[in-house]
Every structure is written in C-alpha cells, then in structure tokens.
C-alpha cells in the first residue's frame, strides 16, 4: 500500500525560487535519512506549485509505522551543515539532468513565467543554476517550519486497508489534522498578450511550443470542465471534420507531428498547450500561422455531430465500468488522489457519475469558442535560426 503527506504551499508572490523544493529535500532526507535514496524506490518526495508531497510504499500490516514515518516531516530540520550543501549540490545535478541538456525544458520553463506571471504558477520550482546556487540552508528550515504544519497537510491512503486501520494511525500520531482545509489560491490572469521567445540550437530539430490561456465568459464546476476539455482535446486531435490533424497533417502536410492537451487551471480559466514539429519545407512562422489558422476555423465551424458521436464512443474507457467494483476503485483512487494533491475536494462516485450526460455537442463547441479568442499567448521557437525565419 501507499501513504502519500501532501503540504499545502501558500502563495506568496515574494517567495525565493526554488526555497520549497529546497525545504522538500531536506525535509524528506531528515525524516527517514539514507532511506530516501534506497534502491527499492520504496519512498518519494516532489514538489509542485500548489504543495510539497512525501509518500511511503510498503505492507498494509506496516502502515501505522509509515504515517509515523511522514510525519517526522513536521519535525524542524536537524542536519549537519555538510548534508545541506550536498543536497543543493544534487538539485544542481537535477537541474542538468531535467533542464540543463533539453532545451525544450527550458523553453517551457520561460513560457511558464511569462504565460502564469504575477500568479502561484508563475515561479520554477526548481530555479536556474545561479538560483539554486543562491539557496540557504537557514532560510530553507525556515520556509519548512512555516509551512510543514498540520493544519497544511492532507494523508492519502492508498491499497488494501480499512478505516479503523487509518483511524489507529492517525490517532498515533496525537496530530491536530482537522483545521481548516487550504484551497488553491485564486488565479488572477494577467492582459491579453503574444510573447514569442526564440531559442536558436544548430543542432536541434525545429519545433514550435503554443500556449495560451483563456478566461471563460462564465464559471464551470472544475470536475465537469476539466472532462469537457479532456473530450474536447480527443475531438480536436483527429483528423475527423472539426479535428486539426486533417488541416495540419494529412492534407496540407504542414505539422510532422504534434501534441495537444487542455487543461482546467480552476473554474473559469483554461490553458491550451499545443507542440509541434514543421513538415518539411515548413519554417516555424508558417507552422504557428496555419495552426492558429486552423484552430479558429475549428471554431468557428464548431466540432460536426457525426465528430462528437464517434469521439464519444471512443471515450467510454475515459469513465471506469462502475459495475466493476475493483476497476472503479481503482479508477476513484487515481482520481482522489489528484485532486487532494492539487488541493481540491474530490466529488463522490454518484457526482463523478452525473458529469458525462453534460458533455455534449453545445458544451464542447462553447469551450472551442472560448479558446480561438484573443488572450494571453506565449510560443517559442526552438531549432536552427533559418527555420525562424
């Protein structure tokens, strides 16, 4: 089974970058110590915009001995002076690994910042070279004794384990967990805008990274928005009538491949992130003109219903057979766990249940709408400077 402590970040506009994935390392390597880098890969810890997460694999009968365990987290950092400067020495290797060799990673990286300013999405989590190099060890146990409290944090159990087990558990621990819960801080989206970066590498194939952000004309409950868009980016990356791998790929060969994805940043803001490669003889300017070409013809068609039907069919895996009782707990246990981890209540299966009959043809064509309007855009383009030309 797993048991997974979740920490909630506030935002705080002022925060160093890269202090919290700094306090993660620390904070996870003084709690259970050389354990942390066992080859058994039995434990974890990551750290996102919204919270800082720590999580412990093992038997079910153990799972007491575990929640202990993550809860040392809450303990001030103790470490001799020596395993601090190793550990901002190995978020330096991380940097290399991650970003330092992809230019990719560091392209989005920019466009994270410029795209999310001024909000808790905004800032790297991990920082540049000269950031990381810039982090303290006080300022670190600092920001952990802030922040690693009860009232942030959330425990997920995962596997086969019943609720007096839980309940043992966390009565173990004499932790007051029942504060009241953090919420993901509100997104206040910056002026329309169009930033394009430019990252020259001879030796990089050429490709385009879009993305936007839009703000919808009203509110959508964020489970039922985030489906909607998850249908929506299948009908979008056919090439079916209403698709844009018709127009990009098979008939105007404009794109060699390319990758889409929607995502709900909370009720009334959504991001669309769009990658792609030129086919040949295509310069990365004519491929970001036919995809915006191509994305507001989309819209202004809207998706046909013979598009939507045979897209919905294929969706039905999307849901898990509700009459399988172990599929569908499996499936609400993913679920639940990405929700709490992206602070959120999760909804129950009966509401999860209720949210398919309200994808339909009208909901999804208004989403479209939404996403060919003006807003905040940054691309890059990555490759040899002739291609951005």
Known sequence: MQVILRIARPFDPDEQVGIAHYAEHLAWYAAIGEEARGPDRHSGAWTSHRAISYSLTGRSEDLAEMTATLARVFEPINLPVRFAEEERNIIQREYNSVLGQSISGRAEEALFGVLHAGTQLGPSIIGTPEQIDALEYDAARAYHLATHTPENAAFIFRGDVGRLQVWRA???????????????????????LVHLAEFPDPSAAPRMIWRQVVALDAPVPFDLLQAQLDHLR????????????????????????????????????????????????????????????????????GIPAPTYNRVMARMESYWPDWDDRNKARRWVADYTTARVLALRDPLSARALRQIKPQITRDSLNALLTNLSKASRTAIAFIGPQESFE
């Open 234 to 301: 299948a009908m979008l990356d056919t090439n079916l009538p209403g698709g844009l791998a018709g127009p990009l790929r098979f008939d105007a060969k404009l794109a060699r491949e390319f990758r889409l994805n929607l995502i709900a940043i909370d009720e009334q803001h959504v991001e669309l992130r769009f990658q792609a490669s030129p086919d040949a003889g295509v310069s990365l300017p004519d491929l970001r003109a036919a995809f915006e070409t191509v994305l507001a013809d989309s819209a202004a068609a």
């Open 170 to 192: 966390l009565m173990g621990l004499q932790l007051d967990l029942t504060g009241e819960k953090p919420v993901p801080s509100g997104y206040n989206m910056g002026p329309d």
